[in-house]
């Protein structure tokens, strides 16, 4: 059974910023894309930025576009999410995601998702 396992949320100030990571296991990581996606309350939750298998090919929502970035380590089974230039409006809690390929992820058909990490930017 794949679990995928977020870690490096937390509270930052305007401006700041953050790390996720997202350690893999029980599966096929390194031929599997990956995905971070966010949710705020009454809010769906909203694509953030994929990767494919090999992490030449990456995606990210024109919402954090310039700000994000998204990377992956296969010998680690761990995908990153970089988060800098925080703002109030990136407060979410933030979910790590398997799928497919990159277009699945994209669209938010995912086989995996992991529990989710919060990520709180104070203004």
């Known amino acids: 059974q794949v679990q995928l396992v977020e870690s490096g949320g937390g509270l930052v100030q305007a401006g700041g910023s953050l790390r996720l990571s997202c350690a893999a296991s029980?599966?096929?990581?390194?031929?599997?894309?990956m995905g971070w996606f966010r949710r705020t309350p009454g809010k769906e939750r909203e694509f953030v930025a994929g990767?494919?298998?090999?992490?030449?090919?990456?995606y990210v929502a024109d919402s954090v576009k310039g700000r994000f970035t998204i990377s992956r380590d296969n010998a680690k089974n761990t995908v990153y999410l970089q988060m800098n230039s925080l703002k109030p409006e990136d407060t979410a809690v933030y979910y790590c995601?398997?799928?497919?390929?990159?277009?699945?992820?994209?669209?938010?058909?995912?086989?995996?998702w992991g529990q989710g990490t919060q990520v709180t930017v104070s203004s």
């Open positions: 995601a398997q799928g497919r390929n990159l277009r699945s992820v994209v669209v938010g058909t995912v086989d995996y």
């Open positions: 029980g599966g096929t990581f390194s031929t599997s894309a």
């Open positions: 990767i494919m298998w090999s992490g030449v090919n990456t």
